[in-house]
Structures are given as structure tokens and as C-alpha cells.
């Protein structure tokens, strides 16, 4: 079956920095638009950032832009989430999300597969 494993959260201290993994399994990773959300509590689900088949597109919301870089290796199946200077407001859960029709949709409605998530906690 599908599978992403998230991994790479922790905490950190404001201005810090982090990189994210997330491993998929269970599908051809190359046919699949991948994103990063993150759900801090209380909250809905909010998107971060979105990467197109090949790696070569990327698409970010202003409150990520400029401080987040997404990526992708295709040969090891895996996506990650760079994040410098990061701010408390960055305290999240942290999803990695899969899906073929949509690349830089910022609903999380149009995402098939989700992995488990991350917390990631930016102390100030």
C-alpha cells in the first residue's frame, strides 16, 4: 500500500533552521505532485509549499516565501522541506501530501495520500 513517512521535525529555536523528509512507498513517486502543509492546533490545515513531477517547479505562500525551499530526489522516492529563519508561527504539525491532477493546489482536499506527520516546535 501507499506510504509517506515524514521525519526531520524537532525543536528548535527562533532563526533556526530545519530540513524535513518525507519517504514515499507504494506508488511511482515520479507520476505524483508533492506539498507540504502544516496544522498547528486549532487550526486548519495550511499549505506551504509544492513541487511538480520533474523538480524543476516549485510554488510557495508568501508566509513561507523566501525562507522555505522545497525539493525532491526522484531516484530515492523522497521530498523535502528546507526551513531557515524560522518563527515561532512556524510551530506546526507538518504533512507531506500526494496527488497526480494538482500541482500547486493549496487544498488539501485535492491531496490522495498523507503521511503521519512531523511536529516541528520553534521556541522563541
Known amino acids: 500500500q501507499v506510504q509517506l513517512v515524514e521525519s526531520g521535525g524537532g525543536l528548535v529555536q527562533a532563526g533556526g533552521s530545519l530540513r524535513l523528509s518525507c519517504a514515499a512507498s507504494?506508488?511511482?513517486?515520479?507520476?505524483?505532485?508533492m506539498a507540504w502543509f502544516r496544522q498547528a492546533p486549532g487550526k486548519e490545515r495550511e499549505f506551504v509549499a509544492s513541487?511538480?513531477?520533474?523538480?524543476?517547479?516549485?510554488y510557495y505562500p508568501d508566509s513561507v516565501k523566501g525562507r522555505f525551499t522545497i525539493s525532491r530526489d526522484n531516484a530515492k522516492n523522497t521530498v523535502y522541506l528546507q526551513m531557515n529563519s524560522l518563527k515561532p508561527e512556524d510551530t506546526a504539525v507538518y504533512y507531506c501530501?500526494?496527488?497526480?491532477?494538482?500541482?500547486?493546489?493549496?487544498?488539501?482536499?485535492?491531496?490522495?495520500?498523507w503521511g503521519q506527520g512531523t511536529q516541528v516546535t520553534v521556541s522563541s
Open positions: 501530501g500526494a496527488n497526480t491532477q494538482h500541482w500547486s493546489s493549496a487544498n488539501p482536499r485535492d491531496y490522495i495520500y
Open positions: 513541487i511538480n513531477w520533474s523538480g524543476d517547479t516549485t
Open positions: 507504494g506508488l511511482t513517486f515520479n507520476n505524483y505532485y
